[in-house]
Structures are given as structure tokens and as C-alpha cells.
């Protein structure tokens, strides 16, 4: 098969993928990439596509779509959010072309992100993979493969260590800075279908939206809660409310003392969940990537487009992958 390589030169493990990522050559011949950090200098003996774009998002972006039309499958070396990012120009653009996910992230836990360096295979298997889709005041902000998060922090890495950054220095002055989550969320209304969902949780830290691509998975897992019925009912995605900040990089071993209470309801590829909430600096955060202060209500649905993604798994669960 013939490959396109994309590489995101600010990805948290940027420095460990350029000493691995020449084993690709291993496994493809005819290798397309992008020039420079996005993979030229890189994988020798590539071929070389020239990018366009005033910004890193916007240069993942053109590779994406100019690598499309030359090859077979794309390899995406970064995080679950740079394969967001090149998961989106492909479903904007109606592209049905395979993707291969290799760990080089801060956070690699995803459905799109499948493979890593040192356990590196011929790609054999491929599912399809259904995000949720993200709306606000009929503007399309973006889709979810992992999760929707709504708070103040998202995860990044800083001097090699994950940490939680500011979404609203980054989005705002476009800087890098390390900041406790302490989102403020003062009132949640939610509708489903277009009836009232009454909140239960007195107190609300963090909300989470997420597909269920392997609902099969939760079958059996009572403690997982309403989770664990949403094979039954062919749910497809599911949100949860919780009293204490889950998507945390401060997590440590006392933490574990503090119970965390959950709120959960789960979601067919029918539904659509409108949502209003209410607070200080709350910020709509997909797949890791920081979009936009969340400050006007949301309407969220199953996307009815799916994305072909190579996995090395043999049945429905996504690997364990080194953060």
C-alpha cells in the first residue's frame, strides 16, 4: 500500500517519535509526507508534498487532504487530538480513505490512535469508527472520537510530563500555560429529543460526552452503571456529569480515598441531546483539542458518518497505550 505519513511536530512525544518512527519503512515502501518536522526530515527516502497554512491546524489540515489523493491509507503520529483534526478534514470533505493511528501523544487512549512504535505491525484489521457531532448556534464545531468535555483545562505535555493546560490562555492569547482544573459550573439544562432532562447532581465539576464505539464491552460491567445496558438498547454514545474533575493530570494515589459521584444517560444514533450550561470559564473541549468558550447552548447527535481506522486489536477493545 502506498501511505501517507502525517506527523504533528508539536505532539507531546514529539522527541521519542523522531527516533522511532523510521521503522515504517519496514512495513511500506512507497511512503508520501509531508516536508520538514511533518515527517521530511524524518523517513528517509520519502516523497516530499509541500504544505500550505498560517497555523499548525490549518498545515495538518492541507497535508491531509493533498495526501488523500496519492495514497492508500494515512498514518497519523501524534495524539488523540491530532487525529481528530485529520479524522475531521476527512469527513468534512466526504474522503473515504483509511486511517492508522501510532501513538506520539500526551494522551493516546482513544479509537483513533491504535498502534505504538515498539510493537509495530503490518495493519490487517479495520473497523469503523462513528464520532458524535458538535453544534453550536447551527455552527458545526467539530466531532468527538473520545470525548466532549466541558471545563476549564485540557491535557498537554510540558518538559515531558503530562500536565492540565489553560484553555483560556490558549485559545485566548494562543500560550502554553499549566493550570489546576477548577471549573465553575453553576447550572446544567439538558433536553432529550426535546423534553426535559432533570439534573440530579447537586454539585457538578466536570461534564463528559462520549461515543460508544464497543458498547458490546460494557455487557456484564454493573459497576460501569448505565453503561453497562447500552448494548441492549443499541445506545451509541452516552454523557455523564460528575462531582469531581475526572480528565485530571493531579490525580494521585490519596485521591483515591474521595469517592466521585456520577450522573449518566446514554444515547441511540437517534437522539439529539440539547445542553445549556451556565458558569465561569467553561470551554468546549474535543478529543483534547480546546474549540471555544462554552457560552451558548449545544445541540449534540451521533454523526452519520463513520471513519475506516486500522487497528492491530482481534476483537472490540481499544489497546492499553503508554502515556
Not at 70 to 99: C, M, Q
Not at 140 to 148: P, R, S
Not at 273 to 296: A, H, Q, W
Amino acid at each position: 500500500m502506498r501511505a501517507g505519513v502525517i506527523v504533528n511536530p508539536s505532539s507531546g512525544n514529539f522527541e521519542r517519535v523522531k527516533g522511532e518512527i523510521k521503522i515504517l519503512h519496514e512495513l511500506f515502501e512507497d511512503i508520501y509526507t509531508g516536508r520538514g518536522k511533518f515527517g521530511g526530515d524524518l523517513i528517509p527516502s520519502s516523497k516530499i508534498i509541500e504544505i500550505d497554512g498560517s497555523n499548525l491546524h490549518d498545515m495538518l489540515i492541507d497535508l491531509t487532504l493533498k495526501l488523500s489523493k496519492l495514497v492508500d491509507l494515512l498514518i497519523v503520529v501524534g495524539g488523540d487530538g491530532t487525529a481528530n483534526v485529520v479524522a475531521t478534514a476527512l469527513l468534512d470533505n466526504s474522503l473515504d480513505i483509511p486511517i492508522m493511528g501510532i501513538a506520539g501523544g500526551t494522551a493516546n487512549v482513544g479509537p483513533l490512535v491504535r498502534f505504538r512504535f515498539d510493537e509495530l505491525k503490518e495493519p490487517k484489521k479495520m473497523e469503523k469508527v462513528k464520532p458524535i457531532v458538535v453544534f453550536m448556534e447551527d455552527e458545526k464545531l467539530g466531532y468527538a472520537f473520545v470525548d466532549l468535555v466541558l471545563g476549564d483545562t485540557f491535557l498537554g505535555t510540558v518538559d515531558g510530563k503530562m500536565v492540565n493546560l489553560s484553555a483560556k490562555d490558549f485559545l485566548d492569547l494562543g500560550e502554553i500555560v499549566v493550570k489546576r482544573p477548577n471549573a465553575d459550573i453553576r447550572e446544567v439544562r439538558m433536553k432529550k429529543n426535546g423534553m426535559r432532562i432533570d439534573v440530579k447532581l447537586e454539585k457538578i465539576a466536570q461534564i463528559v460526552v462520549s461515543p460508544l464505539n464497543h458498547s458490546r464491552f460494557y455487557v456484564g460491567k454493573a459497576i460501569t452503571g448505565a453503561l453497562c445496558w447500552s448494548y441492549f438498547f443499541n445506545a451509541s454514545w452516552a454523557i455523564c456529569l460528575s462531582d469531581r474533575i475526572i480528565v485530571d493530570s493531579n490525580v494521585n494515589v490519596e485521591d483515591l480515598n474521595d469517592s466521585i459521584t456520577l450522573e449518566q444517560l446514554l444515547f441511540t444514533d437517534d437522539d439529539e441531546l440539547e445542553m445549556e450550561v451556565k458558569g465561569r470559564d467553561l470551554f468546549i473541549i474535543l478529543d483534547g483539542n480546546p474549540v471555544r468558550r462554552c457560552d451558548s447552548p449545544l445541540i449534540i447527535k451521533s454523526s452519520r458518518r463513520c471513519l475506516r481506522v486500522f487497528s492491530r486489536m482481534v476483537d472490540g477493545c481499544f489497546p492499553t497505550l503508554e502515556l
